[in-house]
């Protein structure tokens, strides 16, 4: 059975830092993508960041230039540092995995991210 966990939510300011981790497990297959999406309130889910095996990225423009997704392909584990949060990145962050074996993709149970001050 495959899980995918998050962690690394949190309060903070606005300004401040935070990091995301997730980790999948269980799934004999590769995986070809691991990404972060984002909800808020009253609002759809919407891509904040993805990164293939091979490296490939892409980012949200709202997000350019202050967050940094990365991965480690051997421990199937992506992280997300999040700078210069800010208010507007308040939602429950959750973390996409796509294996291209199955042709089958997961979801995390959500992290809840809250800048305020």
């Known amino acids: 059975q495959v899980q995918v966990v998050e962690s690394g939510g949190g309060l903070v300011q606005p300004g401040e830092s935070l990091k995301l981790s997730c980790t999948a497990s269980?799934?004999?297959?590769?995986?070809?993508?691991m990404g972060w999406y984002r909800q808020a309130p009253g609002k759809v889910r919407e891509l904040v960041a993805i990164i293939t095996s091979g490296g490939s990225i892409n980012y949200a423009d709202s997000v350019k230039g202050r967050f940094t997704i990365s991965r480690d392909n051997a421990k199937n584990t992506v992280h997300l540092e999040m700078n210069n949060l800010k208010p507007e990145d308040t939602a429950v962050y959750y973390c996409?995995?796509?294996?291209?074996?199955?042709?089958?993709?997961?979801w995390g149970q959500g992290t809840q991210v809250t800048v305020s001050s």
């Open positions: 996409h995995v796509y294996y291209s074996g199955s042709y089958l993709d997961y």
């Open positions: 269980g799934s004999i297959f590769s995986i070809y993508s």
